[in-house]
T-cell receptor
Framework: ETGVTQSPTHLIKTRGQQVTLRCSSQ?????VSWYQQALGQGPQFIFQ???????GRGNFPPRFSGLQFPNYSSELNVNALELDDSALYLC?????????????FGPGTRLTVL | AQTVTQSQPEMSVQEAETVTLSCTYD???????LFWYKQPPSRQMILVIR??????QNATENRFSVNFQKAAKSFSLKISDSQLGDAAMYFC????????????FGTGTSLTVIP
C-alpha cells in the first residue's frame, strides 16, 4: 500500500509569484484535503476535493485554488504569494466510502515566501 | 466553527513514566469523532488514536488511551510507559461528517521525553 506523497519537499518563492504543490493520495483513497500549518500552529483546513470537485472550503481567499485528477491526485495552487503564505502545506487523503473520518497525511511541502 | 483547545503548549515526562495531554473542544453536535495525531520532527502526521462520540467506552491503542468526557467536552490523551520515540508535537482534532467536512485541529502540545 502506497502512502500519501507530496512534492516538492521545499520551495522558495518571492512575493507576488505563483506556486503549485502536488499530492498523490494513498492507494484506495478518493478524497484529498489540504491544510496550511504555520510555524507553531495546528493545521488549518484550506479545502477538500472529492470526485474532482471542491467538497468544502475553509477560510482562505480565492487565490488558493485546487484540482483533483481522475487518479485522485491533487494540486494546490496559490497565486499572488504573500509573506504570510510561508508555511508547511499538508495534504491528507481519505476514503468517503468509509466515512472519511480517518485522514492519512503526507510529509508536507515547506513553502518560504521572501 | 468548531474550536479545539490545547492549553498545554509544552509538556515533559521521564522515560517509562505516564503523561496526560489535555484537550477541550466546543460543539453543539452529538455525533462526531475526536483524534490525537502525533507529528514528530520529521513532520509527517501520524494518527495515534480515534474516539467516536457515540461510544461511551474510552479508546485504547497499546500504551495510548483517552479519557473522553462528552458532557464536559474534554478529550485527554494518556501515554503510559513513555518512550523516547514518543517525543513529538501532539495535536487534538475534531471531525464531523457533513457537506464541506473538515478536521479542526488544536494548536498542539510539544512533548519532551527525558531519558
Amino acid at each position: 500500500e502506497t502512502g500519501v506523497t507530496q512534492s516538492p519537499t521545499h520551495l522558495i518563492k518571492t512575493r507576488g509569484q505563483q506556486v503549485t504543490l502536488r499530492c498523490s493520495s494513498q492507494s484506495g483513497h478518493n478524497t484529498v484535503s489540504w491544510y496550511q500549518q504555520a510555524l507553531g500552529q495546528g493545521p488549518q483546513f484550506i479545502f477538500q476535493y472529492y470526485r474532482e470537485e471542491e467538497n468544502g472550503r475553509g477560510n482562505f481567499p480565492p487565490r488558493f485554488s485546487g484540482l483533483q485528477f481522475p487518479n485522485y491526485s491533487s494540486e494546490l495552487n496559490v497565486n499572488a504569494l504573500e509573506l504570510d503564505d510561508s508555511a508547511l502545506y499538508l495534504c491528507a487523503s481519505s476514503s468517503q466510502t468509509s466515512g472519511g473520518n480517518e485522514q492519512f497525511f503526507g510529509p508536507g511541502t515547506r513553502l518560504t515566501v521572501l | 466553527a468548531q474550536t479545539v483547545t490545547q492549553s498545554q503548549p509544552e509538556m515533559s515526562v521521564q522515560e517509562a513514566e505516564t503523561v496526560t495531554l489535555s484537550c477541550t473542544y466546543d460543539t453543539s453536535e452529538s455525533d462526531y469523532y475526536l483524534f490525537w495525531y502525533k507529528q514528530p520532527p520529521s513532520r509527517q502526521m501520524i494518527l495515534v488514536i480515534r474516539q467516536e462520540a457515540y461510544k461511551q467506552q474510552n479508546a485504547t491503542e497499546n500504551r495510548f488511551s483517552v479519557n473522553f468526557q462528552k458532557a464536559a467536552k474534554s478529550f485527554s490523551l494518556k501515554i503510559s510507559d513513555s518512550q523516547l520515540g514518543d517525543a513529538a508535537m501532539y495535536f487534538c482534532a475534531y471531525y464531523r461528517w457533513y457537506t464541506g467536512n473538515q478536521f479542526y485541529f488544536g494548536t498542539g502540545t510539544s512533548l519532551t521525553v527525558i531519558p
